[in-house]
């Protein structure tokens, strides 16, 4: 009796499996619907080995888009034309007291001549804290600035603006602080343009 019930049961797995196919997923799921105490997981090499497959696709796909990223930047890339030309002793000179050729605070000046021009300067500008927005030898993002030009006056201004129902609308038509103020000087009050 025992005999012929596991004859009629190995009978009945061999057919499953010729219809179920070589699929092991499939042949999983045929076998695992008709008999119990089939084990519960395809075996663990398979599952490994589509995880691995599932996952280096996704890196890849990661990869592509982090790619696309990077050259999206460098494209925007800059490079100060004295650092580029690699004319390392137009700033540096070790001989001097902070190793460049003139104090850090007057060291763009120096080729920069001229460079205020306008009524209203701008804080940093005034004291040449040129660093607080520019970077001396080259930058990812375009004109030295060490962020992205829309994140720059961010840095510093974090305060509520006191006019704040002007500056609420045009933050809201999308406009940057660089559409109405200069960064650096102007002749109107609030270096506006
Ligand atoms: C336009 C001026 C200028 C030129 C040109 C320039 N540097 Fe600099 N460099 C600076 C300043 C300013 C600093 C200091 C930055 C600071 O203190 O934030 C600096 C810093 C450095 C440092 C310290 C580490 C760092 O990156 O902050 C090294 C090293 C250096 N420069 C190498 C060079 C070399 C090599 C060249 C030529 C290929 C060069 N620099 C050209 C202005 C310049
Ligand atoms: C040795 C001379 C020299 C010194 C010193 C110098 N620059 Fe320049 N800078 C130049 C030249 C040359 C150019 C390219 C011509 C131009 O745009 O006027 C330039 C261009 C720039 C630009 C425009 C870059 C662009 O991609 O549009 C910025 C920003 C700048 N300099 C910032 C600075 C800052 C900040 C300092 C001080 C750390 C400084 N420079 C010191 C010579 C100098
Ligand atoms: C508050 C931030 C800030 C400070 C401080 C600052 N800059 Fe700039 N600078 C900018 C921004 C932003 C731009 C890009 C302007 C644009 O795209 O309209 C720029 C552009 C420039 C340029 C190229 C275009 C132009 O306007 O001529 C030069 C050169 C320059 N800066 C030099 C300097 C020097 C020299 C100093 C220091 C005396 C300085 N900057 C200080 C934010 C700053
Ligand atoms: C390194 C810090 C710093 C950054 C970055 C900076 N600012 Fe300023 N800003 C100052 C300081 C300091 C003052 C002077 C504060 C004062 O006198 O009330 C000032 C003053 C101003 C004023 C005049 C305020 C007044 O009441 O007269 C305006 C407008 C302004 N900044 C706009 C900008 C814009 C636009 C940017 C981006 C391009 C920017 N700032 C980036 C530090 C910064
Ligand atoms: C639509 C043009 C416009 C844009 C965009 C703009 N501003 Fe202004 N901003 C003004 C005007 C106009 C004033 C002068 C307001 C007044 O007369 O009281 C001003 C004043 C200021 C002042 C001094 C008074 C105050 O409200 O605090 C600061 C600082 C300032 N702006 C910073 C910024 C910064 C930072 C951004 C970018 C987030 C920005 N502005 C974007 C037009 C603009």
């Given amino acids: 009796m025992i005999m012929k019930k ?3 049961t190995c009978l009945l797995f061999v057919m499953t499996c010729f219809v179920a196919g070589c699929d092991p997923i499939n042949r999983h799921v045929v076998l695992s619907t008709i008999f119990d105490g089939v084990p519960s997981m395809p075996p663990p090499e398979q599952i490994c080995t589509e995880y691995a497959e599932k996952r280096v696709e996704e890196t890849r ?6 790619k696309s990223a990077r050259d999206a930047v460098t494209k925007q890339a800059s490079q100060h034309l004295p650092y580029l030309e690699k004319n390392c002793s137009d700033c540096h ?3 001097k007291k902070g190793g460049l050729v003139a104090p850090r605070n007057e060291l763009c000046f120096v080729c920069h001549t001229d460079f205020v021009k ?4 701008h804080g940093p500008v005034a004291v040449g804290d040129c660093y607080a927005c520019h970077l001396p030898h080259n930058s990812a993002f375009p004109s030295l600035l060490k962020t992205e030009a829309g994140a720059v006056c961010a840095t510093c201004h974090r305060e509520k603006r006191a006019a704040s129902s002007l500056h609420d609308k045009a933050a809201a038509k999308q406009l940057g602080c660089l559409d109405c103020h ?3 000087f102007s002749n109107a009050p ?3 343009r």
Avoid: C, N, R
């Fill in 93 to 95: 000179d070790k001989t």
């Fill in 118 to 121: 306008g009524a209203y300067v």
């Fill in 182 to 184: 200069d960064p650096h």
């Fill in 6 to 8: 596991v004859i009629v």
């Fill in 190 to 192: 609030f270096f506006l």
């Fill in 61 to 66: 796909q990661e990869m592509a888009l982090e």
